[in-house]
């Protein structure tokens, strides 16, 4: 029956159909941003509530990405943590944000201005998630969300790899995590790092070398 559709007509029942397969909570080709650590003065003065406010600049995460290449990281994103940022709507319905994604399986990490949440996804969806109510963005975590801007290759002038001493690194893991893991994953690439103090905390794994 559409056949019989004049092709204006046909092309205008085509991109409704295509608008209402995109799913809100997913992105669509995204910008780079150039990372920008912001000082706390700058990040206050932001006015646009959907951006995301992180160590490493600010962004929309549905409209955007930093460009983690541009400070020599990888641009993979984690399978295992994503970020979940909820609409403007569901936080005016008084709903509390953590409860509801400990209600889909997730485990909590952190809280991220604005509206968003780290979370460990326990073999969800990311496709689930997105297409649920109330779900502005989700994705996976890139890495330089997970490395502090001080030690982003681009910035560290070799810390990790002088043999003078150096400076005191501290490594914290995430909730559920392994300081021992964490150990092997210093000495990978740094092979001179000595470690100091080590704890297997449940809650928060860390450990310590002197670069």
Known sequence: ???TLPLRLRRNALSLALLACIQPGLSLAQQDVRPQPLTPEALDALQDPNLLLTRAGAFDPRLQQLDSRAVGL???RSSRYAIVQFDEDFVASGQDMAAWLRKQGLDVIEHLPQRAW?????GASLNGLARMAGIRFVGGTPSILRIDPSLWPSDRDGT???TDGGDAIRVFGYDGGSADALALLIRKYAPNA???VKTNDPVLP??????
């Open 194 to 196: 000595r470690v100091t």
């Open 1 to 3: 029956m559409s056949s």
């Open 160 to 162: 990790l790899d002088r």
């Open 118 to 122: 780290q979370v460990r996804l326990n």
């Open 206 to 211: 860390f450990m310590s070398h002197p670069g």
């Open 74 to 76: 990888s641009a993979q």
